[in-house]
């Protein structure tokens, strides 16, 4: 029987622990389909947490287990790791196909396929420069079928015929972009993840340390934020409440007893939101999930609390009307001033529903002017901060400041050049890839924190990420010394310590 091997590569910008959900809900394409192959998941990221010998440990599975193919899935903050593992991968193994795919893959694989057609045979996601709506697991279906039917050599004999497929013509020497299927409206319903294998450092101190489990119970945006490429990628799918309950009957059975719904907006349809909260207190988890405050009311709110909530994530952003609107979280003051007063009320209705809060603030974005966009100031910086530390109820304030993502329009729009480290040329995914720099000569524009001040770590930045250019050490020591003196100063003024500051690398 062929086998697969999929990847999660580490990485040590996570700030929540949580799972990637990628690999596993691939296996399941499989194994729902009932096609021949094997596979088999190895989690680096959780040898990384554990400091262990990842990239040892990686050689000895490749050794050990002789995959035929390789699938690693990646985040733009991965790119360098995801590409030393594919060097590795056809290093130790003569003839492994290895194919990448994940976020950064959607919207940057022509960069990947430019850089590294001799490591990586192809990618799913797109070519820069058409929208794309690839579901990972129709490729990975028809990549796992062609495997079955006629191994490695027939797999690279038909790469014309996966959707989303890009890859490198080599006779031609340009890059092929396959057009997308369309997604059957029930793919999520019969894909989602099981035998999931508990590991403590998944889970959340919120949920009391219980063992947690992570899954999409629905997936994408209607948003058009300036900052995410979610929309331009995807649509909004949303998974029965049926096929919930088998999941989350499946996964109590494995000895799960907390969730984490992974969506970007848990809440994007209330009613169903309800539904799958009963379910999930009815089956006995304790659950959290992300929203927007847009996107809930105050039935809404109780009935999770009453329903076991023990988290809401809601990314507030900013408490300026200029700067949402330099985000598109919003389209006019108007809408602006109307969100900050719906968040008001927000905070406030889950303090009274008992479900623990954050608040969510980016940093070192645009604000809105009368006829272009300029670079935040220092003082809507302070402005969001006093608007968020003020909410009733706000459990934890978390900051951090703007990676400019391949995909965005801060990444793509000419408008946004008084940010963009490139200025007016687009920040494609290239330049978050260190063989880019090699090739093109062109100065590294990434953070390498380590070479200006461990602060970049308290707003959740790493070595290799391209940032604006706000992103300066003195600016980030001024932002977080103010933070810290007005969430103290508002703890003084309620009378105790209801807010914590939750930074990483910096105690409350």
Known sequence: MRKILLVKPPFNGLTYPG??????????????????????????????????????????????????LIGITNLSAQVDIANELAVISKDTLKGVVVVKGGYHESAS???????????????????????????????????????????????????????????????????????????????LDRVFASGLIHAPEYDFPIFDLLPTAHAELSRGCPNRCNYCAAAKTFGVRIRSVESIERQLKML??????????????????????????????????????????????????????????????????????????????????????????????????????????????????????????????????????????GLKGLRYLSMNFLRILPGTRFAE???????????????????????????????DIRAKRKEKSGIFSCFELEDDMPLTTLAEPGYLAEILAFAKSEVDAQNRKRGQHETKLSIVGFKD
């Open 19 to 68: 799972s990637p959900k990628g690999p596993e809900l691939l296996r399941a394409a499989v194994r729902a389909n009932g096609i021949g192959v094997e596979t088999m998941i190895t989690d680096l990221q959780l040898s990384w947490q554990r400091k262990e010998d990842y990239l040892g440990q990686f050689a000895q599975t490749l050794e050990g287990w002789k995959p035929d």
């Open 109 to 187: 694989a022509d960069w990947t396929m430019r850089l590294h057609h001799d490591v990586v045979d192809f990618c799913i996601g797109s070519d820069g420069k058409t929208t794309t709506r690839v579901e990972g697991e129709l490729a990975f279906i028809r990549i796992a079928r062609l495997l079955e039917e006629g191994g490695k050599e027939h797999l690279l004999g038909n790469l014309h015929s996966i959707p989303g497929a890009v890859y490198m013509d080599m006779e031609r020497k340009r890059i092929i972009s396959n057009p997308p299927l369309d997604t059957p409206k029930n793919i």
């Open 252 to 389: 109590k059975k494995e000895g799960f007893r907390a969730f984490y719904a992974d969506d970007s907006n848990f809440s994007v349809n209330r009613n169903w939101a309800k539904r799958v909260a009963t379910s999930l207190y009815d089956i006995g988890f304790v659950w959290g999930a992300n929203s927007r405050v847009e996107l809930l009311d105050r039935e809404t709110i109780l009935h999770f609390g009453r329903t076991g909530c023990r988290y809401l994530f809601t990314g507030l952003e900013s408490g300026v009307e200029a700067v949402l609107i330099g985000m598109n979280k919003v389209r006019d003051s108007m809408r602006a001033g109307a969100y900050l007063e719906k968040a008001q009320k927000v905070y406030a209705w889950l303090s009274e529903a008992k479900i623990p809060s954050a608040a969510f603030l980016m940093f070192g974005g645009v604000r809105e002017e009368s006829d272009c966009y300029s670079p935040e100031t220092l003082e809507d910086v302070k402005a969001s901060i006093r608007f968020a530390a």
């Open 413 to 443: 729009d000419p408008a946004f050049s008084c940010i963009r480290p490139t200025g007016k040329k687009p920040l494609h995914g290239g330049y978050w890839d260190s063989r880019f720099y090699e090739i093109s000569g062109e100065k």
